[in-house]
């Protein structure tokens, strides 16, 4: 065989489909001074790699390649080297064993190409009327609009030897958690954060940028904000536009442009009128400056959430292909792997899949319908069990609206959806004899989240209260909505009168123009001063601190276990000590390791460093937990009386020698 016939089979449109992603991604990361050309070169091969295997699969489930196609390639390649490498490692195996495990698959979808060819498109192809271009290219800006927020954290967060600027809470326990991943050989990792301590967390997306920074020697604060984030967001995007293009000719692009974006990147209120958002934007006209008030809250969500958000994203728009057996295969992976990447993203994509299956089991009478189903829930228990990312002192009981959290959240989730859901069951009455069955079953899976995460609650065994964590259960419900919505957009629109489209237009313009509008106010907002907004912290004067201490051979103790936000309403949650370089902390973590054995006597202990006065117990506490360095946070109560060596000192911190 002539190595011609090897090489993959890609027409020049594809090609420059590959180029138009590879091409700005490479630009963004030469663009970064903290990323010399060697670390830049390494980083883009090993991604290239992770994503060519999927990229064929790709081409096998749509017969073609397209931007669209290998943005969503890049991203879930990247996301599944994380589960590749956590096998790998509980194996023993060393790390490039990872790449030759894509290298090995890319071959043998290469092969299968090679055998039989891709799949024929079973669904409508993506328009091509020049008449439509000018609304295709306003959707298609539309859709790419998170990205801008997603740059702008990266361009402020993922420079120079530590993040200079923290902008979300969890962004930085999730940076412990890789520093974690990178020191220590055991999976779960020994908590940099709780010394000694080793948590069940999921692991996945976090693993996957700490081996990037294993192959590639870019650094983790780096990997990140500068890549992972701006990688798995342009996946959701290519999702997204997988999506708007093969709606049937007629339907307008932009409103479902509209519903896709806010329900791709929604948080609690994106879907509210905000008056808010309309006063930031005429207090900007007013002053010609994003300087002026009111500040809006900077969009974020934390980076396991992200990647499993863009495989749930990813499974409910493979239904679309069910007739394909790629699209069942690939689904039942999808979500077999988003148990180690997101429980509850597994709970609720699991029950859509689920329900999916069912009903095309039963309807079909065909009772291997049911198998991608059970090939998930396998795959995701086997995966979930191997990589310790679950806690067997969880369990879930029945007990109607005993969280209070659920049921605000329930409240909150329902007004943002009100008009999108609105819409879409007013579509769905209009057309009602042609309602897609897939249509039916995200319906039903939408109601049945929203009732579990109120009739039943998260128990941890050693905590009375409910866990809050639980209602993240109902996260796919924002998806489930719009993806509802557009479906029934996409039937009936052929079918309403003139009046009827120009009521639903203008519908969901109410319900999401001001959420769009909001992301590039807030991008501009940061831009001008990144450190507006609730969460966001500057690190620097920490940071000096820190780099008085050394990595090695050092356990770290402070007197404020605050997370160092303007109000410190975070109490016991001070994870930056051990996120910035990878410090060994004693005890920083009281919000998220409070169920981990001898949390509350490591209370007790830090809380003696709060003291007006030094004592002889303090000593005897350093001396038997191995305590080697103080650092003081001179914005709350400390022994003044220390009779340790000061090291290093700013206006903010102070650093003792034990």
Request: charged share 15%; hydrophobic share 55%.
């Amino acid at each position: 065989m002539s190595s011609k016939e090897w090489l993959p089979p890609m027409t020049f449109k594809e090609a420059i489909g590959l180029g138009a992603y590879l091409v700005p991604l490479s630009a963004w990361i030469l663009a970064n001074p903290s990323i010399d050309g060697v670390v830049a070169a390494k980083a883009i091969t090993v991604l290239l790699i992770l994503a060519a295997p999927v990229l064929l699969v790709m081409k096998l489930l749509f017969g073609r390649i397209g931007p669209a196609e290998v943005a969503v390639s890049f991203s879930v390649g990247f996301i599944l080297s994380g589960i590749v490498s956590i096998l790998a490692r509980l194996a023993d195996l060393p790390g490039w064993t990872m790449i030759l495990a894509f290298i090995l698959c890319g071959l043998a979808f290469l092969s299968r190409m090679r055998r039989g060819g891709g799949e024929q498109s079973l669904v409508r192809q993506e328009r091509s009327s020049p008449g439509l271009s000018a609304s295709i290219t306003i959707a298609a800006i539309i859709l790419l609009l998170p990205l801008c927020v997603v740059l702008v954290r990266g361009a402020l967060a993922g420079t120079g030897a530590f993040p200079p600027f923290i902008f979300y809470t969890d962004d930085a326990t999730d940076l412990a958690t890789i520093r974690s991943l990178l020191a220590s050989p055991a999976l779960p990792p020994y908590s940099l954060t709780f010394a000694g301590g080793i948590k069940p967390y999921h692991l996945g997306v976090l693993e996957a940028v700490a081996n990037l920074v294993r192959l590639t020697g870019i650094k983790a604060h780096i990997a990140q904000f500068y890549l992972a984030f701006p990688i798995i967001e342009g996946g959701i995007i290519g999702v997204g536009w997988m999506l708007v293009r093969r709606l049937p000719r007629g339907v307008p692009v932009i409103l479902a442009a509209c519903l896709v974006v806010v329900a791709f990147n929604h948080n609690h209120g994106d879907f509210r009128i905000s008056f808010k958002t309309v006063k930031a934007i005429l207090q900007t006209v007013k002053h010609g400056s994003f300087a002026a008030e009111p500040t809006l809250n900077f969009l974020v969500v934390h980076l396991p959430t992200v990647g499993a958000r863009m495989l749930a994203w990813l499974t409910v728009a493979l239904m679309l292909y069910w007739e394909r057996r790629t699209a069942r295969v690939l689904s039942a992976v999808l979500v077999g792997c988003l148990a180690p990447l997101d429980p509850f993203y597994f709970i609720s994509t699991g029950l859509i899949l689920g329900l999916w299956c069912l009903y095309r089991s039963v309807a079909g009478r065909q009772p291997r319908e049911i198998l991608p189903a059970a090939a998930a829930l396998i795959i995701g228990l086997l995966l979930m069990t191997l990589s310790g990312s679950g806690g067997s002192e969880f369990f879930v009981k029945f007990a109607p609206f005993a969280c209070t959290y659920c049921s605000e959240n329930t409240v909150e989730i329902s007004r943002d959806l009100a008009f999108v859901a609105i819409c879409g069951l007013g579509l769905a009455a209009w057309c009602y004899r042609h309602v897609p069955s897939f249509c039916v079953i995200w319906f039903i899976a939408a109601l049945l989240l929203l009732l579990a995460a109120n009739m039943l609650v998260l128990i941890y065994a050693n905590q009375a209260d409910p866990n809050f964590n639980w209602f993240r259960i109902a996260s796919a419900v924002p998806m489930l909505a719009v993806a509802f919505t557009a479906a029934m957009l996409a039937e009936a629109w052929g079918k309403l009168p003139r009046v009827g489209r120009l009521l639903v237009s203008l519908v969901i313009v109410a319900a999401t123009a001001l959420s769009i509008l909001r992301i590039p106010v807030v991008a501009a907002q940061v831009t001008a001063n990144p450190l507006r907004g609730d969460d966001v912290v500057e690190t620097t004067a920490l940071a000096a601190a820190m780099q008085a201490i050394p990595l090695q051979n050092t356990v770290v103790v402070t007197n404020d276990l605050r997370y160092p936000v303007i109000d410190y309403r975070y109490g016991k949650k001070n994870t930056l000590i051990s996120a910035l370089f990878g410090h060994q902390c004693y005890f920083c973590n009281g919000d998220g390791e409070a169920e981990l054995p001898g949390a509350d006597q490591r209370l007790n202990e830090i809380r003696a460093l709060s003291a007006e006065h030094w004592s002889a117990a303090i000593a005897d506490l350093a001396s038997k937990n191995h305590w080697t360095h103080f650092i003081v946070h001179k914005d709350w109560r400390y022994p003044h009386d220390l009779p340790l060596k000061c090291i290093f000192e700013n206006e903010r911190y102070a650093v003792y020698v034990f």
